[in-house]
C-alpha cells in the first residue's frame, strides 16, 4: 500500500514535470524520510527534472532541494557505516556525510542520464575520509604521509606474513617501490596518530598518592629558552648605546677579548675598560628591571 502511494506521487510529480515549468507549487512528500531507497530513485529523478527548471532561492527550490536530502538521508547511513568500527561517534559521521550528499545534490545533473546514487557516493565517502584525515590524527600530518602510512602498515603485514618476522626499512622499501627515507618518514609520521596525556598514569593500580605520570619521565627544561624573552627585552636597550659602548661590549662577551686587550685598541687604561664595562652592564641591568633612568 505504502508502494503504491509513493509511486502515485512520483507519477503527479513527473505530470507536473510536463505541463508546468512555470514555478507551480510542488506536490508535498508526507515524510520523505520514510521513503523506502527504490521509491526515492524514482522520486528522485522527478524532482532533479523540477529543481533544473525551477529559479534558486525561490521557495519551490527550496522545497525540491531539501526534499531530495531528506529523501537520500539512507544513502549517507549506508556509506557511514563501511566506518561503523572506526571508534568515532556515528552520528558525527552521519553529519559529515550529509556535507557529501549536499555536494552532490548541488552538483548532479539530470541530464548526464547517470543514476544519482552512483554519482553521489563518491562525495559522501570521500566527505567521511576527508574527516578522518583531518580529526583522527593527534598532529598535523601531511596527508600524503597519511596515506603513506596506510600504504607502510600493509606493506609491513604483507612481509611479515610471509618472512615470519618483522621486515627491514630496505625490505619495506624494496616491496612499496619508494626509497628508505620515505620509509623511515612514515613510519615517524605514523606515530603522530595516538597520543597520550602528560598526565596519564604510569600505573594500574589507581592509587591517587604518589601515582606517576608520564610528564614525570619526558622532557627536560631547557635553560636556554628562559634566555629569548631576555634577548627580546635588551635589544632595545643595545640600540640606545653609542657605537663606542657596543663595540666595548662586542669585544668583551663576543670577541671575549681582555680588558688590557680592549684598552690597547681603545687608547686607554685597563682601569678604565673596567669602569666603562661596569657602567654600561649597570645601564643595561636597570633598563631589563625597568628602571632605567638617565645615563
Given at each position: ?38 521509491d526515492a ?7 532533479f ?9 525561490t ?21 557511514a557505516?563501511?566506518?561503523r ?32 546514487t ?11 575520509k ?14 600524503r ?23 627491514t626499512v630496505?625490505?619495506l ?17 605514523a ?5 597520550s596525556?602528560?598526565d ?21 627544561e ?5 634566555l ?38 681603545l687608547?686607554?687604561s685597563?682601569?678604565?675598560v ?8 649597570t ?13
Amino acid at each position: 500500500m505504502h508502494t503504491a502511494v509513493i509511486r502515485s506521487e512520483a507519477q503527479v510529480i513527473e505530470d507536473t514535470a510536463r505541463t508546468s515549468t512555470d514555478g507551480a507549487p510542488l506536490p508535498g512528500v508526507e515524510d520523505p524520510r520514510s521513503v523506502a531507497p527504490r521509491d526515492a530513485r524514482e522520486l528522485s529523478r522527478q524532482f532533479f527534472k523540477r529543481l533544473s527548471v525551477l529559479e534558486e532561492g525561490t521557495h519551490d527550490y527550496q522545497y525540491a532541494r531539501n526534499t531530495l536530502i531528506e529523501m537520500n538521508m539512507s544513502l549517507v547511513r549506508f556509506a557511514a557505516g563501511r566506518f561503523r568500527n572506526r571508534g568515532d561517534d556515528m552520528e558525527d559521521i552521519v553529519q559529515t556525510g550529509m556535507i557529501g550528499l549536499i555536494k552532490a545534490i548541488d552538483r548532479f545533473e539530470i541530464s548526464r542520464e547517470v543514476e544519482f546514487t552512483s554519482f553521489a557516493l563518491p562525495y559522501i565517502v570521500g566527505e567521511i575520509k576527508r574527516f578522518f584525515r583531518d580529526t583522527t590524527w593527534a598532529v598535523h600530518v601531511p596527508r600524503r604521509l597519511q596515506e603513506l602510512r596506510v600504504e607502510l602498515a600493509k606493506a609491513r603485514d604483507e612481509l611479515a606474513g610471509r618472512l615470519d618476522r618483522e621486515p627491514t626499512v630496505t625490505e619495506l622499501a624494496t616491496l612499496m617501490n619508494i626509497a628508505e627515507n620515505e620509509v623511515v618518514e612514515a613510519q615517524i609520521a605514523a606515530n603522530g596518530y595516538n597520543s597520550s596525556s602528560l598526565d596519564a598514569a604510569l600505573t594500574g593500580d589507581g592509587a591517587e598518592s604518589g601515582e606517576a605520570v608520564l610528564a614525570d619521565f619526558i622532557g627536560v627544561e631547557e635553560n636556554g629558552l628562559r634566555l629569548v624573552e631576555d634577548f627580546h627585552a635588551l635589544a632595545p636597550l643595545m640600540a640606545e648605546l653609542s657605537e663606542r659602548d657596543r663595540r666595548i661590549l662586542h669585544l668583551r662577551f663576543v670577541e671575549e677579548a681582555t680588558q688590557a686587550e680592549i684598552g690597547e685598541r681603545l687608547g686607554c687604561s685597563q682601569m678604565h675598560v673596567s669602569r666603562l664595562i661596569k657602567r654600561i652592564i649597570t645601564r643595561l641591568r636597570e633598563g631589563m628591571l625597568g628602571e632605567l633612568g638617565c645615563a
